[in-house]
């Protein structure tokens, strides 16, 4: 088993509509990080948090730490939201290092 | 402000062969980790450097070596290339502080080993 689980794998969705991507960590963190990953291979950072609750424009991101779970909402979803999102945590032993999910697909229709 | 820059972009290497590649860290962070991300695959933690020397590292084999700079700039090595050596390799940059810190993400290195 993972130590980070997202899910859904893929997710295919029409403009305007309301986003949840999962995701599920089994160890212990000190951060978890959302990513946004474009076709061209380059990684963005969303969001880093370690309680609580984050937005940032049509993006909100939440994390339970007594669940180990955390979800990325995306608001009045656009076609330029597609992109690979993934999540990523900083374990408690490792510093900086980063362990990934395998992301999840999001497709946004016009 | 450059961001974090890799060079080069894309590159084609034979079996056997040995592959360097670069990475600049964002201007003002010390720290550097590379990651490896295979087609349809969330990144793996290949190592860190710090200081010039590797401050962690994952499971990968020796063939995987690096080295960090004076000036925080970073080089990935892999020897004696294998066909599922093939990868995007990704190099993040931080500031080491006693804080969680984002981290910056270059654009990748795309290496197709045939």
């Known amino acids: 088993k993972n130590e980070v689980e997202q899910s859904p794998q893929n997710l295919t969705a029409q403009e305007g509509e309301f986003i949840t991507i999962n995701c599920s960590y089994s160890?212990?963190?000190?951060?978890l990080h959302w990513l946004q990953q474009h076709p061209g291979g380059g990684i963005v950072s969303l969001f880093m948090l370690s309680s609580g609750k984050k937005k940032h424009g049509r993006l909100i991101a939440t994390i339970n730490i007594q669940e180990k779970h955390s979800s990325l909402h995306i608001t009045a979803s656009h076609p330029r939201d597609s992109a690979v999102y993934i999540c990523?945590?900083?374990?408690?032993?490792?510093?900086?290092?980063?362990?990934f999910g395998e992301g999840t697909q999001l497709t946004v229709n016009p | 402000d450059a961001g974090v820059t890799q060079s080069p972009t894309h590159l084609i290497k034979t079996r056997g062969q040995q592959v360097t590649l670069r990475c600049s860290p964002k201007s003002g962070h010390d720290t550097v980790s590379w990651y490896q991300q295979a087609l349809g695959q969330g990144p793996q933690f290949i190592f860190q450097y710090y200081e010039e020397e590797e401050r962690q590292r994952g499971n990968f084999p020796d063939r995987f070596s690096g080295h960090q700079f004076p000036n925080y700039s970073s080089e990935l090595n892999v020897n004696a290339l294998l066909l599922g050596d093939s990868a995007l390799y990704l190099c993040?940059?931080?500031?080491?502080?006693?804080?969680?810190?984002?981290?910056?993400f270059g654009p990748g290195t795309r290496l197709l080993v045939l």
């Open positions: 990523a945590v900083s374990q408690e032993t490792s510093g900086s290092r980063l362990t």
């Open positions: 160890v212990g963190i000190s951060a």
């Open positions: 993040a940059s931080s500031l080491l502080t006693g804080e969680q810190e984002t981290q910056y």
